[in-house]
């Protein structure tokens, strides 16, 4: 009689690990893929993130089957179909909006998080790299979709942003039209930035994703301290069954538990957002239709863009548009820029940590002040942040190198 073997696999997951080698990817990916044991809750921003872009997907299926991608429509498909003919069209709507601004301030917390702990070090280059590409891709998408409601914010919003493409002094305003398919915002415009919200953006956003996640692999996870220990002998203590010696931990189960806990947390939050207060994602003036012959009296961005904004406002044409283009990419070079060997959290760094806490409270006066008008106190106030923003990142390189070896 045929013994019964407990540890024989299925036919069909051994019919799949035969041409996809699905248990080499599960081991390689998740149960093998090893974690310092010394990280907090704020390495749990990456799984929040994805299942936000998760919930923003879904959420604009379903928005997508009523939505009319037209400017003498969109607007009556959003503010009328969606939110009052649609069963649970409102529901969907919160959700979408919601989640396109906090997904944002969970960006900000786990980009300030790699600065703070040092994870865009040697080696971790292209983890940082493709995760600013990745806030970059995100940022399009979110100035793509606030085209689409059609009210006055998302048409003067348009008109002003891609004005900027004219390059100040340079006048090419055949760019600006080439970008908005005619002279002004028209169905082209909508048209257009339709479709880079809802197909090309959000594949771009997936293959970064995939890049990132890929990029986390290579060199390992950082972790509170800084410490480099070879992650090999700490999980052969750890797979011998001493835990306690090791320290690294698998991904799967015992982080992504965590992870989960973090995501149980937030989306408590989340939901609480979307039922009570989901206003605050959802600007009063663009709940006007768009007029192009009606100019709001301040015309701002979102509040995830009013840092960038207030960069270019205080400054003469083509310098606000150098600053703001400067903005725009200097985080990118932050690996480079930063000449201190140490891989060590900013509150052991010396001068490196009143640089941090000096770039965090400034990019939030910035934003404070992107939302006032440009006028009396909040323009100097708004002229002063922005230079020390650009003397922080001048000065990040002396500091760096002068930064004593731990």
């Not at 993130?49 to 998760?54: R, V």
């Not at 390059?167 to 479709?195: H, K, N, Q």
């Not at 009396?376 to 990040?396: D, E, K, R, T």
């Amino acid at each position: 009689m045929a013994k019964f073997d407990e540890n024989a696999k299925p036919f069909s997951e051994k019919w799949l690990d035969e041409r996809l080698a699905v248990n080499t990817l599960k081991r390689v990916l998740s149960t093998e893929y090893w974690i310092p044991k010394d990280i907090n809750f704020l390495w749990a921003m990456g799984m929040v993130l994805a299942a936000t872009f998760g919930l923003l997907l879904v959420s604009g299926i379903f928005l997508l089957m009523y939505y009319k991608p037209d400017t003498a429509l969109a607007f009556d498909s959003v503010n009328y179909t969606i939110m009052s003919e649609v069963g649970y069209g409102w529901l969907w709507r919160h959700i979408h909006g919601v989640g396109a601004s906090v997904v944002f301030l969970i960006i900000y917390i786990h980009m300030f998080t790699g600065i703070y702990y040092g994870s865009y070090k040697k080696g971790r280059e292209m983890i940082w790299i493709s995760g600013m590409l990745l806030f970059v891709v995100f940022s399009a998408e979110a100035f793509s979709g606030y085209m689409l409601p059609w009210g006055q914010m998302s048409y003067w919003a348009g008109m002003v942003i891609t004005n900027l493409f004219s390059g100040g002094s340079l006048e090419a305003y055949g760019l600006v039209e080439w970008i908005r398919g005619d002279y002004v915002p028209g169905d082209a415009f909508l048209t257009r930035f339709f479709m880079l919200h809802v197909l090309l953006l959000p594949l771009v956003i997936i293959g970064l994703i995939v890049l990132h996640f890929g990029t986390l692999r290579i060199p390992h996870v950082n972790n509170q301290k800084g410490e480099e220990f070879d992650f090999e002998e700490a999980a052969e203590l750890y797979k011998a069954g001493k835990k306690k010696e090791s320290k690294v931990i698998p991904f799967n189960p015992v982080f992504l538990s965590k992870d989960v806990f973090v995501m149980g947390i937030y989306f408590i939050l989340f939901f609480y957002l979307v039922f009570y207060h989901f206003n605050f994602a959802m600007d009063p003036v663009n709940f006007d239709p768009a007029d192009g012959l009606k100019t709001p009296p301040h015309i701002y961005p979102e509040w995830y863009f009013l840092w960038s904004y207030e960069i270019l406002r205080p400054f003469p044409k083509d310098p606000g548009l150098i600053a703001f283009g400067i903005a725009q990419v200097i985080f990118f070079l932050l690996p480079f820029l930063d000449r201190s060997p140490n891989v060590a959290p900013a509150s052991k760094r010396g001068l490196f940590k009143v640089w941090f806490w000096l770039m965090l409270a400034d990019v939030l006066v910035l934003t404070v002040m992107g939302k006032l008008p440009p006028e009396g106190i909040w323009n100097q106030i708004g002229l002063v942040s922005a230079l020390l923003f650009f003397a922080l990142w001048v000065a990040l390189p002396f500091i760096t190198k002068a930064e004593k070896k731990l």
